[in-house]
């Protein structure tokens, strides 16, 4: 099937919208639309359910999106492959990481893999680092800086090259939640208002150690991102859980502080994520040799 169809398709499916799928691929939306009607005329099934107001994978779609970017990372792999005998790399990767790491990590990661490869585009994207290992198991994106769980999924590989303690914080200019003199464990941490991550590492070992001291957080607020914790924090909203160097490189820094209460966690263990089958291309593995 014609790749320059499948890249409009995923880039619709990615997007859910006409405008913004149309200029990531540089083509008008009419002939994206014309592109999507007439895939969808070959396969004889709809792909989209649309209206003025939105766009929305079926069933089908969903299914055909899977084989989408099998194909296109599969044709993209052989490329390079043939490539690699007679030139440097060329083509372009996704990379996804939170906002922290984008500054913590990738100039020193980047820098060297400029120098090596200089001809490769990287295509950053930035978010929840509770979603990394999830949007690379969907295929979309090639490769992830992400928390190390403690199970990997089948057919992940990671890569850690750093840590960092989980630590609660609170705001500078106030000890309204520092434990009062003869406060019990339990009672503390119970009222205690908490600013949490929805999910991920630090969540889910923190659920864990509440669940085996048999207390009922109080938790205030669940966030995307660790950096919406330090800036609740930092407005005295409660107390938040994130990683040490989210903290060290927080331009709210200032306005945080540690808790003088702590809970023994297991540090947060960050490293690079790929699918083991997405070491075939020679793109991917040249950033995975890099760290």
Not at 43 to 59: A, G, I, Y
Not at 166 to 182: A, E, G, H, M, Y
Request: charged share 25%; hydrophobic share 40%.
């Amino acid at each position: 099937m014609d790749p320059n169809k499948l890249q409009l398709f995923v880039a619709l499916a990615e997007t859910v919208h006409f405008n913004r799928a149309a200029e990531r691929c540089f083509v008008s939306p009419s002939k994206l639309s014309r592109t999507i009607k007439a895939l969808e005329e070959e396969l004889q099934v709809k792909l989209f359910e649309r209206d003025n107001r939105s766009v929305v994978l079926t069933e089908q779609g969903r299914l055909f999106l899977k084989y989408a970017r099998e194909n296109l990372q599969q044709l993209e792999t052989i490329k390079h492959r043939l490539q690699q005998q007679t030139t440097e790399l060329t083509g372009a990767i996704s990379l996804y990481c939170s906002v922290t790491a984008s500054y913590s990590f990738l100039y020193d990661i980047l820098t060297d893999f400029r120098r090596q490869h200089p001809r490769i585009e990287l295509r950053l994207h930035t978010g929840d680092p509770a979603e990394a290992i999830e949007r690379v198991i969907a295929g979309r994106e090639d490769i992830a800086i992400a928390a190390k769980p403690e199970k990997p999924a089948a057919g992940v590989k990671i890569k850690s090259f750093a840590t960092s303690p989980l630590q609660f914080i609170s705001p500078t200019d106030s000890n309204q939640f520092d434990r009062k003199q003869n406060e019990s464990t339990e009672s503390y941490w119970q009222r205690l208002p908490l600013i949490l991550s929805e999910r991920g590492i630090a969540r889910e070992r923190l659920d864990r150690w509440f669940s085996r001291k048999r207390i009922s957080p109080n938790i205030y607020a669940q966030v995307a991102g660790n950096e919406a914790i330090v800036s609740m924090v930092s407005l005295g909203f409660g107390v938040g859980l994130v990683p040490e160097i989210v903290v060290e490189n927080s331009p709210l820094k200032e306005q945080v502080r540690l808790l003088p209460e702590q809970i023994e966690l297991a540090p947060y263990e960050v490293g690079i994520c790929v699918l083991e089958k997405r070491l075939k291309s020679p793109l991917v593995e040249a950033f995975w040799e890099r760290i």
